[in-house]
């Protein structure tokens, strides 16, 4: 099969989160099961940097776009798969990230410049940019990408069009007058289209008109279809709910693996796992907290948004202080967030160490020396920290709600001893049962035993992306077949 991968990021080019990580890994994946799948990203300034060789291979005359926009071509860098770069200066050679500016704000001309990106895509979709080339199926994946299966949807000889929802909280929702301003066909303005409560949403265009919807996991595929998770489309997706499958992340683990993973000092495996004393003597060294032999050490990897739970582990810092545990955060994002960090760094100085800002090597290190993670997320999507934790024998402690549900085995007396216990879970979104959960952490922590069992058994897991590449590859030929 031929396939068109559409993304707004991909690792290692450019990166903002976990759907840079599937971006990166997934193609390559399929790729290796001998289908012909191109990957296609905006050529944002820092992945002209990033991308080396590169050729011009089309050009092309966008509608509503003044300039015209480039098609270039290379491969993405650490595999072989072939590479489309969207070049439009005017919209992604700037500084700052995909969708926000150096400080943090929204690119005002953001629907602007995904439309743009959504344009483009349709052009190589339908063969229309004259690289001879034309897909069986495009998989599009978030809001950037959602006007694709909306322009796809109208005619007979396009290819298919799948829709991965990665993150529903995100839905590129703009006023009348920008959509006004996009030059979209107006009977897009509906609800039976991509209006939603008096805005135009760039996500609907993708649920409501993609041939089949996935999205990270099992469990969040059940529950976006549930108010408490559907953020205002639950109906749309209940309704959907037979073109709709959840497939769980994979991880890649030539880069995730403790046993060859040259940005730690020390690798390990399941049989060397002393050496992660090392890595965590590291980690203290770097936030410059001191050595505390029994105290574990808790690690967080984290955008730092209300979606993560973060003010909950904030609100549980002086019980944890008290317990003689430490805490090594790396992340950025809501400013209030931050601070609060930084005043508990402050406050519980050989307790606490914050880092703000992205570091893909520390992430590493972090993963490498720690001894438990914590993710109390309010809702995730799948979750990629908690997997790579797993395979590094940090033991991670998770709200259980979508992909962390799925992937983290609660510790209890019966799966202890069935050696199935990889973690610890917690139902509630609450100061009170993160508190339970990691009270129980700790506890167990203190029982060499059982905790080298929930480690080893950690380690074991297998989250590589071969079965999950199988499943859309599965899936996309179902697709075809109609
Ligand atoms: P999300 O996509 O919601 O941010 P995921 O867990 O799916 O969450 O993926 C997050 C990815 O981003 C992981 O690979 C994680 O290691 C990485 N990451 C998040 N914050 C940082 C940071 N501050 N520095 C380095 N890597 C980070």
Same mark, same amino acid.
């Given at each position: 099969?031929?396939?068109?991968?559409?993304?707004?990021?991909?690792?290692? /080019?450019?990166?903002?989160?976990?759907?840079?990580?599937?971006?990166?890994?997934?193609?390559?994946?399929?790729?290796?099961?001998?289908?012909?799948?191109?990957?296609?990203?905006?050529?944002?300034?820092?992945?002209?940097?990033?991308?080396?060789?590169?050729?011009?291979?089309?050009?092309?005359?966008?509608?509503?776009?003044?300039?015209?926009?480039?098609?270039?071509?290379?491969?993405?860098? *650490? *595999?072989?798969?072939?590479?489309?770069?969207?070049?439009?200066?005017?919209?992604?050679?700037?500084?700052?990230?995909?969708?926000?500016?150096?400080?943090?704000?929204?690119?005002?001309?953001?629907?602007?410049?995904?439309?743009?990106?959504?344009?483009?895509?349709?052009?190589?979709?339908?063969?229309?940019?004259?690289?001879?080339?034309?897909?069986?199926?495009?998989?599009?994946?978030?809001?950037?990408?959602?006007?694709?299966?909306?322009?796809?949807?109208?005619?007979?000889?396009?290819?298919?069009?799948?829709?991965?929802? #990665?993150?529903?909280?995100?839905?590129?929702?703009?006023?009348?007058?920008?959509?006004?301003?996009?030059?979209?066909?107006?009977?897009?303005?509906?609800?039976?289209?991509?209006?939603?409560?008096?805005?135009?949403?760039?996500?609907?265009?993708?649920?409501?008109?993609?041939?089949?919807?996935?999205?990270?996991?099992?469990?969040?595929?059940?529950?976006?279809?549930?108010? @408490?998770?559907?953020?205002?489309?639950?109906?749309?997706?209940? #309704?959907?709910?037979?073109?709709?499958?959840?497939?769980?992340?994979?991880?890649?683990?030539?880069?995730?693996?403790?046993?060859?993973?040259?940005?730690?000092?020390?690798?390990?495996?399941?049989?060397? /796992?002393?050496?992660?004393?090392?890595?965590?003597?590291?980690?203290?060294?770097?936030?410059?907290?001191? +050595?505390?032999?029994?105290?574990?050490?808790?690690?967080?990897?984290?955008?730092?948004?209300?979606?993560?739970?973060?003010?909950?582990?904030?609100?549980?810092?002086?019980?944890?202080?008290?317990?003689?545990?430490?805490?090594?955060?790396?992340?950025?994002?809501?400013?209030?967030?931050?601070?609060?960090?930084?005043?508990?760094?402050?406050?519980?100085? @050989?307790?606490?160490?914050?880092?703000?800002?992205?570091?893909?090597?520390?992430?590493?290190?972090? @993963?490498?020396?720690?001894? !438990?993670? !914590?993710?109390?997320?309010?809702?995730?999507?799948?979750?990629?920290?908690?997997?790579?934790? !797993?395979?590094?024998?940090?033991?991670?402690?998770?709200?259980?709600?979508?992909?962390?549900?799925?992937?983290?085995?609660?510790?209890?007396?019966?799966? /202890?001893?069935?050696?199935?216990?990889?973690?610890?879970?917690?139902?509630?979104?609450?100061?009170?049962?993160?508190?339970?959960?990691?009270? +129980?952490?700790?506890?167990?922590?203190?029982?060499?035993?059982?905790?080298?069992?929930?480690?080893?058994?950690?380690?074991?897991?297998?989250?590589?992306?071969?079965?999950?590449? @199988?499943?859309?590859?599965?899936?996309?030929?179902?697709?075809?077949?109609?």
């Amino acid at each position: 099969m031929k396939i068109l991968f559409a993304s707004s990021e991909a690792h290692p /080019l450019i990166k903002t989160g976990g759907l840079a990580d599937v971006s990166g890994s997934l193609p390559r994946a399929i790729l290796s099961q001998r289908q012909d799948i191109r990957l296609v990203i905006p050529a944002y300034r820092q992945v002209l940097e990033r991308a080396g060789n590169l050729a011009l291979a089309a050009y092309l005359k966008l509608d509503g776009v003044p300039n015209p926009v480039r098609i270039l071509s290379g491969r993405l860098p *650490g *595999g072989n798969v072939k590479l489309y770069l969207v070049d439009s200066p005017d919209h992604f050679d700037r500084a700052g990230n995909p969708y926000t500016t150096r400080a943090g704000n929204e690119w005002t001309d953001n629907a602007e410049r995904f439309a743009v990106f959504c344009r483009a895509i349709h052009a190589l979709a339908v063969n229309a940019a004259g690289l001879d080339w034309e897909p069986d199926v495009v998989h599009c994946n978030d809001w950037q990408t959602g006007l694709v299966p909306a322009m796809l949807a109208d005619s007979d000889t396009a290819p298919a069009s799948i829709f991965t929802i #990665h993150n529903l909280a995100y839905q590129g929702q703009y006023d009348w007058k920008t959509f006004n301003a996009l030059g979209l066909p107006p009977e897009w303005w509906s609800m039976d289209a991509m209006e939603f409560h008096n805005s135009f949403s760039f996500i609907k265009g993708g649920l409501v008109f993609a041939d089949w919807l996935t999205t990270v996991s099992p469990t969040y595929a059940e529950e976006i279809c549930t108010s @408490e998770f559907g953020c205002g489309l639950e109906g749309l997706l209940g #309704h959907r709910r037979n073109k709709l499958t959840g497939i769980l992340n994979g991880i890649d683990y030539s880069e995730w693996n403790p046993g060859s993973d040259l940005l730690v000092p020390i690798q390990y495996n399941r049989r060397s /796992l002393f050496h992660k004393r090392e890595n965590k003597h590291a980690i203290l060294e770097h936030f410059a907290l001191p +050595r505390k032999e029994d105290a574990p050490l808790f690690i967080i990897i984290s955008r730092l948004v209300e979606q993560k739970g973060i003010d909950l582990v904030i609100d549980i810092l002086p019980y944890l202080v008290k317990q003689g545990a430490q805490l090594a955060v790396l992340g950025s994002g809501d400013k209030a967030i931050e601070t609060a960090l930084r005043k508990a760094a402050r406050e519980y100085r @050989e307790h606490v160490g914050i880092q703000i800002g992205y570091d893909e090597t520390l992430a590493h290190l972090l @993963e490498a020396g720690g001894d !438990l993670l !914590l993710m109390p997320s309010r809702f995730e999507p799948c979750g990629l920290n908690q997997i790579y934790s !797993l395979r590094y024998g940090t033991v991670p402690v998770v709200r259980s709600t979508g992909g962390l549900a799925d992937t983290v085995v609660d510790t209890t007396p019966e799966t /202890l001893e069935a050696k199935t216990a990889t973690g610890f879970c917690f139902q509630t979104a609450s100061t009170a049962a993160l508190w339970n959960a990691v009270q +129980r952490a700790i506890k167990q922590y203190r029982e060499p035993e059982g905790w080298n069992r929930i480690i080893d058994t950690g380690m074991r897991q297998d989250f590589s992306w071969k079965r999950s590449a @199988e499943r859309y590859i599965d899936l996309y030929r179902q697709v075809l077949d109609g």
